[in-house]
């Protein structure tokens, strides 16, 4: 089955540790996506890469680090620095030619 | 400046009530594309629908329908004789290359819709 799959799906950690989410897709989705929502606020924009070894911040990259050494993995890291990390966060792939995004499950974090 | 409204930040209705969501949305390029997607409960967001700026044509997918207007900078949203699994977070997105190269999605902030039995 094609899809994309983050995980896990909740995740706890203590204040000050750095935490890495994984998204993995096997849809050969050229791009990914990174978003954090939180209540009320949409989606926002966290990180995307077009393609290997390539990415660009997007609104809200402080705190965040991502990479992208393989084509259908996009980890992203909630560093220490990231003053508010606890947030639903969502991956999102999209082929070449094609306009619309497809999501993963999600992760949950909670940062105590 | 890009922008996506959806005014209406919570609905409720009982079951096979028909329903209209909302989306607006201000853009100065002529080539955009519009987006619908659902979030259930479980959280996972799916794709509705999509729509290009040069077409529009209304269109219906089963009890789903949509109403793009670009005279009023609207793409509404309607479900006929809704049901409970209806529930969900609905978001109404936008992109067009004012964007930039990087084709970024601009996100509405979501309706959430209660279908009560």
Redesign the interface.
């Known amino acids: 089955d094609g899809g994309i799959t983050q995980s896990p799906k909740y995740l706890f950690r203590k204040e000050g540790q750095n935490v890495t989410l994984s998204c993995e897709q096997n849809l050969n989705h050229d791009a990914m996506y990174w978003y954090r929502q939180d209540p009320g606020q949409g989606l926002r924009l966290i990180y995307y890469s077009q393609i290997v070894n390539d990415f660009q911040k997007g609104d809200i990259a402080e705190g965040y680090s991502v990479s992208r050494e393989k084509k259908e993995s996009f980890p992203l890291t909630v560093t220490s620095a990231q003053k508010n990390p606890t947030a639903f966060y969502l991956c999102a792939s999209r082929g070449s030619g094609f306009y619309e995004q497809y999501f993963g499950p999600g992760t949950r974090l909670t940062v105590t | 400046a890009q922008k996506v409204t959806q005014a209406q930040?919570e609905i409720s209705v009982v079951e096979k009530e028909d329903v209209t969501l909302d989306c607006v949305y201000e853009t100065r390029d002529t080539t955009y594309?519009l987006?619908w997607?659902k979030q259930p409960p479980?959280?996972?967001?799916?794709?509705l629908i999509?729509r290009n700026s040069f077409d529009e044509q209304n269109e219906i997918s089963g009890r789903y329908s949509w109403n793009f207007q670009k005279s009023t900078s609207s793409f509404n949203f309607t479900i006929t004789a809704s049901q409970v699994v209806d529930s969900a977070v609905y978001?109404c997105a936008l992109?067009s290359p004012e964007a930039g190269n990087?084709?970024?999605?601009i996100?509405?902030?979501?309706t959430s819709l209660a279908v009560n039995p």
């Open positions: 930040t594309y987006f997607y479980s959280g996972e967001l799916v794709f999509r978001f992109e990087n084709r970024k999605l996100w509405g902030l979501g």
